[in-house]
T-cell receptor, first 116, second 115 residues
Framework: DTGVSQNPRHKITKRGQNVTFRCDPI?????LYWYRQTLGQGPEFLTY????????KSRLLSDRFSAERPKGSFSTLEIQRTEQGDSAMYLC??????????????FGAGTRLSVL | KNQVEQSPQSLIILEGKNCTLQ??????????LRWYKQDTGRGPVSLTI?????NTKSNGRYTATLDADTKQSSLHITASQLSDSASYIC??????????????FGKGTKLSVKP
């Protein structure tokens, strides 16, 4: 399978603990995105990388959240001091193409986080 | 305020029947509109993408229409199959210098196809 891969698929943690998720995009894709999706809602944009550069961060990305893409390939999303409100599905997507507004994003299956 | 509203919130149909899902948006300035299919526990999968000048686009049994004047889109599913059971999400892209924060997602329509 050469699609977007996310690990782990599920994560259960206690409030106050730190968690880290990994996303491996489609190999030739230079853009990588993180979204958060809660039950019954559409995905909400968190942050976006072009190659290794983090070009945009949403207001949703509080200072407890940090994302990296050190070599322009895989990315990690870390949440420090987790809160129950962080429980959600975290989706990663990747894309490639010259037209940023029209490029199609390919999504991974997501990491479901449950904070107890 | 940029918003994407979808209706109905949920829909149950019998296998083999057709259905139409609606999307109204107030996003400006408009760049393009996308429909995604999201199976339970999976990430969204792109079905169609339409720009301002495109009125309709098909992908197999899925046909999307766009009326940029009334800011409405619809997704028509023909001869539904059990595998069509999923959430269908309408996504509108605004033009803000390429900002990805301006992909505005609807909440989706949850479609259940029964045998």
């Amino acid at each position: 399978d050469t699609g977007v891969s996310q690990n782990p698929r599920h994560k259960i943690t206690k409030r106050g603990q730190n968690v880290t998720f990994r996303c491996d995009p489609i190999s030739e894709h230079n853009r990588l995105y993180w979204y958060r999706q809660t039950l019954g809602q559409g995905p909400e944009f968190l942050t976006y990388f072009q190659n290794e550069a983090q070009l945009e961060k949403s207001r949703l990305l509080s200072d407890r959240f940090s994302a990296e893409r050190p070599k322009g390939s895989f990315s990690t999303l870390e949440i420090q001091r987790t809160e129950q409100g962080d429980s959600a599905m975290y989706l990663c997507a990747s894309s490639f193409g010259p037209n940023l507004a029209k490029n199609i994003q390919y999504f991974g299956a997501g990491t479901r986080l449950s904070v107890l | 305020k940029n918003q994407v509203e979808q209706s109905p919130q949920s829909l149950i149909i019998l296998e083999g029947k057709n259905c139409t899902l609606q999307c109204n948006y107030t996003v400006s300035p408009f760049s393009n509109l996308r429909w995604y299919k999201q199976d339970t526990g999976r990430g969204p999968v792109s079905l169609t993408i339409m720009t301002f000048s495109e009125n309709t686009k098909s992908n197999g049994r899925y046909t999307a229409t766009l009326d940029a004047d009334t800011k409405q889109s619809s997704l028509h599913i023909t001869a539904s199959q059990l595998s069509d059971s999923a959430s269908y999400i309408c996504v509108v892209s605004a033009v803000y210098g390429g900002s990805q924060g301006n992909l505005i997602f609807g909440k989706g329509t949850k479609l259940s196809v029964k045998p």
